[in-house]
């Protein structure tokens, strides 16, 4: 797949042409939706937050994103606006759909099952493109581990939790992933899941990834709050099906996104 936006753009023509488009997620989709706007927004350099934590989504970069966001839509299959996290793995399970993005569950449920064994196969796997980001725009999937404060038992809790991020007890779950996530220790870059399947090696290092939810700025409740409410999603649809204007979707978001803000600095 190409790295920069217009090969991107001319290539999902093609397949349009051929009648094997590529759908990726517009509709309230927390992780493929929000995936792909933060994708879109990242490789043209854009971002929620600057460093300081300022919301900064109504900028030169978002439009251009929108813009492109927009020429692009035409090429999806019918109805990516109300998808949800699972409408791209049956769409393209059923090869109605030929690229898309999504963790590598989907590979291995291909992979796994013999009715879907021959997709799997002529799939191939690439990390997400660069577009005039320096470094593929794509953020690491990331399992928190966490103690509550009211923890009747706190230091066993703690325990436990440096006891399963050992390596007898932490590189064989590691390994049943499959892939779906990397290790956020690098003692596990060596891991026998990343050794098994070419398909997946690629994305042994994606825990090394600048890009989060709320890029560029502080991670907060706020930043997660945009995510959980779509802002960044009902944006581009909103641009991409022709009910805003990228100048008033990308004004209009901003406008969203600084009330979190501002009840996060009450």
């Given amino acids: ?19 094997k488009p590529a759908g990726f997620a517009l509709g309230n989709a927390k992780g493929d939706g929000n995936g792909f706007a933060n994708w879109a927004l990242w490789s043209h350099n854009g971002s929620l937050l600057d460093e300081e934590g300022n919301v900064v989504i109504n900028s030169k970069e978002t439009i251009a994103a929108l813009n492109w ?49 021959a997709i799997a196969d002529d799939s191939e796997h690439q990390l997400l493109p660069k577009g005039v980001a320096k470094v593929s725009p794509m953020a690491g999937l990331t399992l928190n581990a966490m103690v509550f404060k009211h923890s009747p038992y706190p230091n066993a809790a703690k325990a436990f939790l440096q006891y399963m991020m050992e390596k007898d007890q932490y590189e064989p779950w590691l390994n049943a992933n499959s892939g779906y ?25 994606t825990m090394k990834s600048t890009y989060y939810d709320g890029y560029k700025g502080p991670i907060s409740t706020a930043t997660g ?39 996060q600095n009450r």
């Fill in 181 to 205: 996530w990397s290790q956020p220790l690098a003692a596990y870059a060596e891991a026998a899941v990343w050794k098994g399947d070419p398909k997946v090696s690629i994305f042994k290092d």
């Fill in 1 to 19: 797949m190409p790295e920069d936006h217009a090969g991107i753009l001319d290539l999902c023509q093609k397949l349009h042409k051929a009648g």
């Fill in 225 to 263: 709050a945009v995510s959980a409410d779509y802002v960044l999603i009902q944006m581009f649809s909103a641009v991409a099906t022709g009910a805003a204007t990228p100048e008033a979707a990308a004004a209009e978001a901003e406008q969203r996104c600084k009330r979190y803000f501002r009840r």
């Fill in 69 to 117: 966001v927009k020429q692009l839509y035409p090429t999806f299959i019918a109805g990516t606006t109300s998808w949800n996290d699972v409408s791209n793995n049956r769409a393209y399970s059923s090869q109605e759909i030929s690229l898309t993005a999504n963790g590598v569950s989907l590979y291995f449920s291909l992979k796994n099952d013999p009715a879907t064994k």
